[in-house]
């Protein structure tokens, strides 16, 4: 399907009372840019900004919760008291003056949060361990909620809903999924009660269903969105059969949508689920939205691994779905509507998951692709150095694909690459047990590195492959600046022996298995086995009388987040960079 203006993706929608520009919908992600007591901050209002000024139809502020007791992260956004209404309703402006609608995520930790963090003893459907990660882990034991605490819990919801309103929403998003309490709920493993709130799936239903009613009578002008797993993935868990039936009751109550997901954080055989890792099949949830789009009447949202444009507007083409929702393809690419819709490449997600997994240990929300997501301030005024130049980048890994296509925007730029395609080690990084923490996939990294030199050529970056200078100097005769990013090397001829290892499967197998996911051995793999490029290749091209620059691992071997980190130093200036890998 081409990527373009008359993809369905890019059609106009409804959910509820609430007019959409296109189908594609912001999904929330916690970006720890609140401050500590959960009022709004610069740093949230541009983050949001960016992505509403990118053409999403909705943007989904993250998950708030209802009450003290079910905040879930430290600098999480507050809507549990209307002290917070200025600094959400500053938020909702901006939004809608980027030209998007503005939705915020409802949510309790329940059981999956900790006295210091939210400043009360847990509460849940049954006082069962939970495990808690926020910072460090810990398992903690909540207390059940009896049925009085069930309904002051209601009526949070619905005052919550209240102050969304009058902040200037257009929808609420009711968190239903996950294992946090309306999905503690659901499932019988946590759910151990009872009276009528646990026991058959209809009672284990009745504490959302009775969330979403509240809500509905409270804010009957705002479009309100039911998520929910299509399944938990863990024995116990609520089941997929279960699903289309809570989807279904859900719909008869009052939700102008469903939106599903899956994974829970007891999910088999990993949590890591909940946001599918580059090694998961792309649409991992989508046969759930299926299914859940058969039984419902009303639209139904599709999330998990659509950052592929063609991908999701097929997706909505076939009937599975009517909205796609995007969280991590837009940390990679704010802009990957008005980029997708205008016909262009998007800057792919690599599902590395480096983003999640470094904010659930206290880390604000970033990205290794994109180095301003979080420090969006940090990069308003960002202009390349060099203005009106015509320059060299030598190498298309990640640091001279990013270079080169930052340069391009006001500069004429050549990239060179000795082989036939693009991305350097990454390429090879994708045959390895793991990147950055999850299991590799090479797939997704070589459709990054595609991405990335298609970009390049959107740009107008002239591109020439298969094509060496620091052989044939004279070929950049010509230019006013030269970039080296040539990547690094193994020391002692032990690159070869890494290749093999690599190209044949064997680091995927135990012994090498097991050496390789080794994070101290990776990390010496990654740095002190390898020795920069880049001062040969300058000392090679010093009789030119160019002004060269070394990036990346030509400069200092490491890894992609540092080499892209690199690039943006080099184009930008150094002040920047640091912002952007703090």
Not at 88 to 111: D, N, T, Y
Not at 217 to 240: C, K, Q, S, Y
Not at 368 to 388: C, D, H
Not at 466 to 472: C, E, G, L, Q, R
Request: hydrophobic letters at 45%; aromatic letters at 6%; one cysteine or more.
């Amino acid at each position: 399907m081409a990527r373009d203006g008359n993809s369905p993706l890019f059609s106009p929608g409804r959910i509820g009372p609430l007019h959409l520009e296109n189908r594609v919908i912001m999904a929330p992600m916690t970006t720890r840019h609140a401050d500590a007591e959960g009022f709004v901050t610069e740093d949230g209002l541009a983050y949001y900004g960016a992505r509403a000024a990118g053409g999403v139809g909705l943007v989904t502020v993250e998950m708030a919760a209802p009450e003290p007791a079910g905040k879930h992260r430290r600098f999480e956004l507050g809507i549990s008291d209307d002290r917070f209404l200025p600094g959400l309703s500053r938020l909702v402006g901006l939004i809608h003056e980027q030209g998007a609608k503005a939705s915020i995520q409802l949510g309790h930790g329940g059981g999956h949060t900790r006295r210091d963090i939210c400043g009360e003893e847990p509460v849940a459907p049954s006082a069962i361990p939970h495990s808690v990660q926020e910072g460090h882990t810990e398992v903690i034991v909540p207390r059940a909620m009896s049925e009085a605490r069930i309904a002051a819990c209601v009526e949070a919801f619905a005052q919550a809903a209240r102050r969304a309103d009058a902040a200037g929403f257009d929808a609420v998003e009711i968190h239903a999924a996950h294992g946090y309490l309306i999905s503690q709920f659901l499932n019988p493993l946590e759910n151990r009660r009872e009276d009528r709130y646990g026991g058959p799936l209809a009672n284990r239903a009745r504490f959302g269903l009775e969330i979403l009613r509240a809500v509905k009578a409270a804010v009957p002008g705002l479009a309100v969105i039911f998520r929910m797993n299509g399944d938990d993935f863990f024995e116990h868990g609520m089941t997929a059969p279960e699903a289309v039936e809570v989807a279904r009751w859900a719909a008869q109550a009052g939700a102008d949508a469903i939106h599903v997901t899956g994974g829970h954080y007891r999910s088999q055989p990993s949590a890591a689920i909940m946001i599918p890792p580059m090694a998961t099949p792309p649409t991992p949830f989508l046969g759930f939205a299926r299914a859940v789009k058969a039984a419902v009447p009303v639209p139904v949202i599709g999330v998990g691994r659509l950052g592929d444009p063609a991908r999701a507007g097929a997706a909505i083409a076939a009937g599975d779905i009517d909205f796609v929702a995007l969280g991590r393809p837009l940390l990679a690419d704010p802009g990957w509507v008005a980029h997708a819709s205008a016909g262009g490449e998007v800057r792919r997600c690599l599902a590395c998951n480096s983003c999640v997994d470094g904010m659930r240990t206290g880390s604000r929300l970033h990205c290794i692709v994109n180095p301003t997501t979080g420090r969006e301030r940090a990069f308003a005024q960002a202009k390349n150095l060099l203005n009106g130049r015509r320059i060299a980048v030598i190498g298309a890994g990640p640091a001279g694909l990013t270079y080169a296509g930052l340069a391009a925007a006001q500069n004429r730029v050549t990239l060179f690459e000795r082989s036939t395609e693009p991305g350097g080690a990454l390429r090879l990084a994708g045959l390895a047990p793991l990147y950055q923490g999850v299991a590799a996939d090479p797939q997704s990294l070589i459709a990054h590195a595609d991405a990335a030199l298609l970009l390049c050529r959107q740009r107008g970056v002239q591109i020439e492959m298969a094509s060496d200078p620091t052989m044939k100097p004279e070929q950049l005769v010509g230019f006013d600046h030269i970039v080296v990013a040539t990547g690094a090397t193994y020391r002692g001829g032990l690159g070869t022996a890494v290749r093999a290892m690599l190209a044949t499967g064997l680091a995927r197998h135990w012994p090498l298995k097991a050496a390789a996911s080794h994070e101290g051995l990776r990390d010496w793999f990654y740095h002190r086995a390898r020795e920069p490029g880049g001062p040969r290749v300058a000392a090679r091209l010093a009789g030119l009388g160019t002004p060269i620059e070394i990036i990346g691992d030509a400069l200092v071997p490491g890894k992609t987040q540092a080499a892209i980190a690199s690039a943006y130093a080099a184009a930008y200036g150094r002040m920047d960079a640091a912002a952007a890998s703090a």
